[in-house]
């Protein structure tokens, strides 16, 4: 996102915690940072940046809109430690949503998220890309629409006023249920780890995951939308399939899962991963996606067989405890609500 947003001409601040600040020096001395593959600026080639700081007040100072796109594990730390310095006016956006307005509500309250600046999600970052050096990047698509929704929903219209100039193809949802119910936040990794899961979790170290899709990874991908999809509608939200999905944010061609990711305008299927990049991707998917969405089911009476099914045998094959690690209403804030407080909840940002 920095590369390609400063090659569309924008100010660009690149932050990271102190913690991790080492991460900066390689792209201080490469004056920037080398961008490859199919940007959505059309641009490649250096990348030069206003700032490269872990400083929180010289990231924020001057900015109109701040992106914080790292995985939702690593929400917290950032927000941490810019939420103090937030100031009036300015849009903060967490690119990869799970639930983050909700997850982190008493530190976005305190900090003034609801009278000083807005806070927005988005389902689920505009590029598909990855790290090619420590000073280097390839996007290998770009989404042709983007969705987004402040909370309160009151922010979303200044929310996507301050976006649309630089991406003009962004839409809005009706609130952050609506937006997290979206493909993307409810991936795909279970179910195309499922039906390779011996390949993945014990042979293979390095692969393309996605060229790995099966025809059984295509079935358990529209099953789980069935599941998503019931879910969504019980609380007024409108969502839409993975493939349709996919065929209209990155123009892939195919009627499934399987020939989505076979088609031969598919870059991301020859993308090189790790097996601890695939670990990672599973406790985000279901730790924040599946396990809330299950206890949401339960608020309004319904069952997501296939998503407890994905959930409860990943748990057996990887011998990791998503259960005792996932979001529950709880955590959410929405313990006790009904379906009905909920969405006002959304909405408003309180009942």
């Given at each position: 996102m920095a590369a390609d947003l400063s090659m569309l001409g924008c100010r660009v601040n690149l932050y990271e915690i102190p913690d991790f600040k080492s991460n900066l020096d390689p792209i201080r001395e490469n004056g920037g940072i080398t961008l490859t593959g199919l940007p959505y600026s059309g641009k490649t080639g250096l990348a030069r940046l206003n700032a490269?700081?872990?400083?929180?007040?010289?990231?924020?100072?001057?900015?109109?809109?701040i992106f914080i796109n790292v995985p939702a594990m690593a929400v917290g730390p950032f927000l941490e430690q810019l939420a103090p310095h937030f100031s009036e006016g300015q849009v903060v956006i967490v690119t990869t949503s799970y639930w983050a307005s909700f997850r982190f509500r008493e530190l976005l309250e305190?900090?003034?998220?609801?009278?000083?600046?807005?806070?927005?999600?988005?389902?689920?970052?505009?590029?598909?890309?990855?790290?090619?050096?420590?000073?280097?990047?390839e996007i290998g698509n770009w989404k042709r629409e983007i969705f987004i929704s402040a909370w309160p929903a009151s922010g979303s219209?200044?929310?996507?006023?301050?976006?649309?100039?630089?991406?003009?193809?962004t839409r809005l949802c009706k609130n952050?249920?609506?937006?997290?119910?979206?493909?993307?936040?409810?991936g795909v990794h279970a179910q195309i780890t499922i039906p390779k899961a011996a390949f993945f979790l014990e042979r293979a170290r390095v692969f393309r995951f996605y060229g790995e899709v099966s025809r059984s990874a295509s079935r358990l991908t529209d099953a789980h939308d069935l599941d998503r999809m019931h879910v969504a509608a019980a609380y007024d939200c409108e969502t839409d399939t993975w493939p349709d999905d996919c065929r209209r944010i990155y123009e892939l061609e195919g009627d499934d899962l399987y020939e989505l990711h076979g088609s031969v305008t598919d870059r991301h299927a020859q993308k090189w991963n790790q097996i601890e990049e695939v670990e990672r991707l599973l406790v985000e998917d279901i730790c924040y996606s599946f396990?809330?969405?299950?206890e949401l089911a339960r608020v309004v009476g319904l069952t997501v067989p296939i998503t407890t099914a994905m959930t409860d045998l990943?748990?057996?094959?990887?011998?990791?405890d998503y259960r005792a690690e996932g979001l529950t209403l709880k955590d959410l804030g929405l313990d006790g609500m009904t379906r009905d407080k909920i969405i006002e909840f959304a909405i408003n940002g309180r009942v």
């Open positions: 490269i700081t872990d400083d929180a007040r010289k990231a924020l100072a001057g900015s109109e809109v305190a900090t003034g998220a609801f009278v000083k600046y807005i806070f927005a999600e988005m389902a689920i970052m505009p590029y598909l890309s990855g790290k090619t050096g420590p000073a280097a990047v219209t200044v929310a996507l006023k301050k976006v649309r100039p630089i991406y003009p193809h952050v249920l609506e937006l997290n119910f979206r493909p993307g936040n409810p396990i809330p969405m299950e990943l748990a057996v094959l990887t011998g990791y």
